[in-house]
Every structure is written in C-alpha cells, then in structure tokens.
Nanobody
Framework: QVQLVESGGDSVQAGGSLRLSCAAS?????????MGWFRQAPEKPREAVAA???????SYADSVQGRFTISKDSAKNTLYLQMNDLKPEDTAMYYC????????????????????WGQGTQVTVSS
C-alpha cells in the first residue's frame, strides 16, 4: 500500500521560492511507480506539473519549465518540487502522486496507470 504525505506549501510573494516535499511509504520507491506533482486551482481541473519516471526520465508542464525542478531521494523515500520565480498563477493545491507506470510523457505527466494521491499542500502566491 502506498501512502503519500505532502508538505512545504506556504504563502509567498511573486518571485519567491518554495520547496515541496512528498514523503512516501510502501512500495513507491521500489521501481514500480512514476512519481509526479499535480496542482488544482479553484474551479479549474487538476493539471500535471512535473513527473519523475522510474528510469530517471523527467517531464514538465510548459507553464513551469525552467522554474520548477522535480527530484527524488530514494534513500529518504521523498519526492521534491523546487519552485522558483513563483507567479500568482501558480497558486493552487499541489498534490503528490504515485502512478503505477514507469515512464513519463510530455506536459509533466506520468504514463497512465493506477494512481495514488496525497492529501495536498496549499501554495499561494501574491502579486
């Protein structure tokens, strides 16, 4: 069973930085899961932000390319999202996901598969 707990969300000014963390328990980091970050703003659909495949492939949404960096520490069973140069449009609830797939696809997503979600962490960016 996979359990995911996000942390690191906060309120920041535009141009600021945050680092989100996702602590995973279970089999997330045993090579079976692509790990990803998604976000959902009020009244908008959930969207993929960044994904880290089993064999190291990485994908970003165009809107965050060059500003966000996804990384994984397998020893700590933790997924990170370093977010720099934050913009008001980055305001959203950010979710960590473990997808039962190995690869990534364009746009910051994992290949399709059964997905487990964390509870989310709120990021608010003010102008």
């Amino acid at each position: 069973q996979v359990q995911l707990v996000e942390s690191g969300g906060d309120s920041v000014q535009a141009g600021g930085s945050l680092r989100l963390s996702c602590a995973a328990s279970g089999s997330s980091f045993r090579g079976d899961f692509c790990m990803g970050w998604f976000r959902q703003a009020p009244e908008k659909p959930r969207e993929a932000v960044a994904a880290h495949g089993v064999f190291g492939s990485i994908s970003y949404a165009d809107s965050v390319q060059g500003r966000f960096t996804i990384s994984k520490d397998s020893a700590k069973n933790t997924l990170y999202l370093q977010m720099n140069d934050l913009k008001p449009e980055d305001t959203a609830m950010y979710y960590c996901a473990a997808v039962f797939a190995r690869g990534t696809r364009s746009g910051g997503a994992c290949d399709p598969g059964i997905t487990r979600w964390g509870q989310g962490t709120q990021v608010t960016v003010s102008s």
